[in-house]
């Protein structure tokens, strides 16, 4: 990964705000007017600043070389070749990029004849997927507009709603930009002579370190309340401050996004945390009333007072670094992780603090169902959820050379629970041994030890590292006033024995 020069993007390190724009940090909500609400780029701003090569650090060389083929095709062919969207941003900052996107004047079709290796995707909004070896596309699209006014339908009780439905315009470079999200995320670079056309103040606000809305943030959030989300996940990730108008926005609006579609407003959830920023996104969306709105019954527990429910902010942190180290997790582990505090709670207040493997089961059910319907996850995923959560309490108990766990290791949803009771573990500090031991036997490919073998044995790690005593047996795997009804671990066994399938495979 590149770093970006301290000085900013362009070697400059401090930059005037502009005629009418906010200095930063220091303007009140509703004077971020610089990019204007109107429906038509903004006045002034249909002639872009053009950065030429010399004055910015995109280098051909960081781009990758499909996207640049394709890029080249199309210049060749007489239409405008630009890089848009997250790739420019990250170039710009130093970082790479997921995907290298591509805006074009050419037609979906006239791509599809310039790219043999072509599809024309997309029933409303046509895009071409260029496909090159090993499954990689390159996504080419044609410049767009937003939707006219009279595109949007109204709301109910004289209110305007300006949601989007439609998507499906073709534009020029400009209006291109200028339907984008946000500033950061509206930047062009054209492959004709290598320069950033900024048409939004992007790259001033990527000098700035600012999440700024391009238009009204009221009315962007309005048309797609998914974007609150987005504006926190990129200030997150980047670490970057959100302008004061969008927060306010955000307060103002953040009930608009129950309009948005589940499986969305699902994807923004578990994006983050499959990428690595999860902690710092969260923290956001739990400040800013967002996750109150999209997830209440996980908010209740982590939400409020910083701190609140310390073990899930740690573990959240402890996926996070993982996934910079780069550890692929399941989206069932993760959202095990965000399932967690639900399932530690309702054990608390409607079990006592006390459970067993019926009422775990039980318990597990009225955790996950109404969470999961509202926000459609997939069923496969729900399934490996729930086996997940309750394994996890088994392996925290049985040891891989417990007869009763054999089984376990060949079911799908095994490394789930392995991962949760690692992430667990590394989170608290409790159950290191049990963690380590099954996370040995995820390694091995699920062997488990033959009968007698110390598993710790094979393990190349320092004997001084691993503990003694595994567990106390009366010891739970939950943490502070949740205790589960625990068995010592030799009667367990005799009960297992006597027949009997695990109690998961109900659920
Ligand atoms: P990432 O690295 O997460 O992919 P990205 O900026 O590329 O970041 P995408 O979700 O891939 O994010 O979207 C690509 C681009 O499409 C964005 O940079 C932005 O310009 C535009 N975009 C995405 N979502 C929206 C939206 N909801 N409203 C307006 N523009 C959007
Ligand atoms: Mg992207």
Not at 38 to 67: K, L, V
Not at 89 to 109: C, Y
Not at 401 to 427: E, N
Not at 493 to 506: K, N, Q, V
Request: hydrophobic share 40%.
């Amino acid at each position: 990964m590149r770093k970006a020069s301290g000085n900013g993007i362009l070697g400059v390190s401090t930059i005037d705000a502009g005629p009418g724009r906010d200095p930063v940090g220091s303007t009140a909500p509703g004077a971020l007017e610089w990019v204007d609400a109107s429906e038509d780029p903004p006045e002034g701003m249909t002639e872009p600043r053009i950065i030429p090569r010399a004055e910015h650090p995109i280098s051909r060389g960081y781009i990758d070389p499909d996207a640049l083929k394709v890029l080249y095709r199309l210049h060749r062919s007489g239409f405008k070749a630009y890089l848009v969207g997250g790739s420019v941003r990250d170039l710009l900052t130093g970082r790479t990029p997921k995907d290298f996107d591509i805006g074009t004047d050419a037609r979906p079709q006239d791509v599809r004849r310039l790219f043999r290796n072509c599809r024309v995707i997309g029933r409303r909004f046509r895009l071409a997927h260029v496909l090159f070896d090993g499954g990689k596309l390159v996504e080419v699209s044609t410049f767009r507009r937003r939707p006219e006014p009279e595109e949007a339908e109204p709301g109910q009780g004289g209110d305007v709603d300006l949601l989007i439905r439609s998507d499906n315009t073709f534009g020029t470079p400009a209006e291109d930009a200028v339907r984008r999200d946000f500033t950061i995320n509206g930047l062009f670079y054209d492959i004709s002579n290598f320069a950033v056309i900024d048409y939004v103040g992007g790259v001033e606000d990527l000098e700035r370190h600012l999440v700024r809305t391009i238009g009204e943030p009221e009315i962007r959030f309005r048309e797609d309340p998914v974007r609150m989300m987005r504006a926190c996940e990129f200030a997150a990730r980047l670490g970057f401050e959100m302008t004061p108008a969008v927060r306010a926005a955000i307060d103002e609006n953040r009930r608009e996004i129950r309009k948005s579609a589940a499986p969305r407003v699902t994807e923004e959830l578990l994006d983050p945390l499959r990428r690595g920023w999860g902690a710092a996104t969260y923290r956001l969306w739990s400040e800013t009333g967002l996750l109150g709105e999209i997830f209440p019954d996980l908010d209740r527990e982590v939400g409020g007072k910083a701190g609140a429910n310390g073990l899930f902010w740690r573990m959240l942190a402890e996926t996070d670094r993982r996934r910079a180290g780069g550890e692929v997790l399941s989206d069932a582990s993760l959202l095990g992780v965000v399932f967690l505090p639900l399932l530690f709670s309702a054990i608390r207040t409607r079990s006592g603090g006390k459970v067993d493997a019926q009422k775990l089961l039980l318990l597990l059910e009225e955790v996950v169902n109404p969470s999961s319907v509202r926000l459609s996850l997939p069923n496969a995923a729900i399934h490996d959820l729930k086996q997940g959560l309750f394994t996890m309490g088994r392996l925290a108990e049985l040891g891989p050379g417990d007869a009763a766990a054999r089984r376990l290791v060949t079911k799908g949803y095994f490394p789930v629970a392995v991962g949760l009771l690692s992430l667990y573990a590394a989170a608290s500090g409790r159950y290191r041994d049990a963690a380590f031991a099954w996370e040995e036997v995820l390694r091995r490919g699920g062997r488990t030890p033959r009968p007698g073998e110390d598993i710790r044995a094979a393990i190349p790690f320092p004997e001084a590292l691993v503990p003694h005593e595994t567990h106390d047996p009366n010891e739970v795997f939950l943490p502070d006033d949740v205790r589960a009804t625990s068995r010592p671990a030799h009667r367990r066994r005799r009960r297992r024995s006597s027949g009997g399938g695990h109690p998961g495979e109900a659920a």
